[in-house]
C-alpha cells in the first residue's frame, strides 16, 4: 500500500484570499466553514461535496477514496454520499 490519504488541506477564502491549512475529518464533509480571517461563511459550490473539494488544495477523504483504487463503493457525482453529522 502505497498510497495514503492526505487529511490535511489548504484552503483558501474565495472573499479575502486568505489561507489555512486545516485537518480534514475522515468521516464527515464539511459543508460550512468560517474564514478565520474575514468570517465569512464559506460553502461548497454545487456539485461538491464539501468546502475542501471547492475551496481546498486537496480533495476530500472521501472524494480521494472515490477516485483511488481502495475504493468501496463507488458512486457517481450526483449521488455521492457523505456522512452528515
Ligand atoms: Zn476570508
Given at each position: 500500500m502505497t498510497e495514503t490519504l492526505k487529511t490535511t488541506s489548504v484552503v483558501s477564502c474565495p472573499d479575502c484570499g486568505h489561507s489555512v491549512v486545516e485537518a480534514m475529518p475522515l468521516?464527515?464533509?464539511?459543508r460550512l466553514y468560517e474564514c478565520k480571517n474575514c468570517q465569512q461563511l464559506i460553502t461548497p459550490e454545487?456539485?461538491?461535496?464539501c468546502i475542501y473539494c471547492s475551496h481546498g488544495t486537496i480533495l476530500c477523504p472521501t472524494s480521494q477514496m472515490e477516485k483511488s483504487?481502495?475504493?468501496?463503493v463507488r458512486q457517481r457525482r450526483a449521488g455521492r454520499a457523505c456522512t452528515i453529522n
Open positions: 468521516d464527515v464533509c464539511v454545487s456539485g461538491d461535496c483504487s481502495y475504493t468501496i
